[in-house]
């Protein structure tokens, strides 16, 4: 089967780093994605990593490991406008589909 | 470039009734999804083209509701009749081909009485 987890909500203040995790299990494994969807918005793509290790995007960092199932998503310097909900997605590759399996979100508040 | 464009962005129905959404994808994507998000949740895929030809339509509830993608640019996706638990944002996505990174339209929040 197919589970993503990811925690509800978080809280974090303004200036500080925040680190959201996500655990996965799947089968035909292809990349791990980051989304930020504000309310009442649409999903933007923030990260995408597919090998193993760390990357850095200005503020916003992804880390993949695959053989733990394990991502998270790292956000320094919050400002107020990151407070939005981040959704861990699976890239899952079965024959002829190609598609993405999305996590129930991280909704982030960020106070001042 | 131009995003992917989606109409209406709002929509009340009662229940019973039929509605339908449409869907632009950016210029090129020969993919294209259909994914309906209920409130707090993630997006769940309905339904994935790749051009004019469904690859993937595993999770959609086929007894109400249909898409399709004649020329293979633009979509249309129908429910009908609609249920309460119907209620939810209807986001359409498209993306290159063979690339996992999919460009989200604005969706359609539909409320179902």
């Known amino acids: 089967g197919q589970n993503i987890d990811q925690p509800t909500e978080m809280t974090a203040t303004e200036g500080a780093i925040v680190q959201i995790n996500c655990t996965y299990q799947t089968s035909g494994f292809n990349g791990l994605f980051w989304y930020q969807q504000h309310a009442g918005e649409a999903p933007t793509f923030l990260s995408y990593?597919?090998?193993?290790g760390l990357e850095e995007k200005g503020r916003f960092s992804s880390f993949l490991s695959r053989s733990k199932g394990y991502s998270y998503l790292l956000l320094k310097e919050l400002q107020m406008k990151d407070s939005a909900s981040y959704l861990c997605?699976?890239?899952?590759?079965?024959?002829?589909?190609?598609?993405?399996?999305f996590g129930t979100g991280t909704l982030l508040a960020v106070q001042p | 470039e131009a995003g992917v464009a989606q109409s209406p962005r709002y929509k009340i129905i009662e229940k019973r009734q039929s509605v339908a959404f449409w869907c632009n994808p950016i210029s090129g994507h020969a993919t294209l999804y259909w994914y309906q998000q209920i409130l707090g949740q993630g997006p769940k895929l309905l339904i994935q083209f790749q051009n004019n030809g469904v690859v993937d339509d595993s999770q959609l509830p086929k007894d109400r509701f249909s898409a399709e993608r004649l020329k293979g640019v633009d979509s249309t996706l129908k429910i009908q009749p609609a249920k309460l638990e119907d209620s939810a944002v209807y986001l359409c996505?498209?993306?290159?081909?063979?690339?996992?990174?999919?460009?989200f339209g604005p969706g359609t929040r539909l409320t179902v009485l």
């Open positions: 997605a699976v890239g899952n590759y079965g024959g002829a589909t190609n598609k993405l399996i």
């Open positions: 990593n597919v090998l193993d």
């Open positions: 996505a498209s993306s290159r081909p063979f690339s996992n990174e999919q460009f």
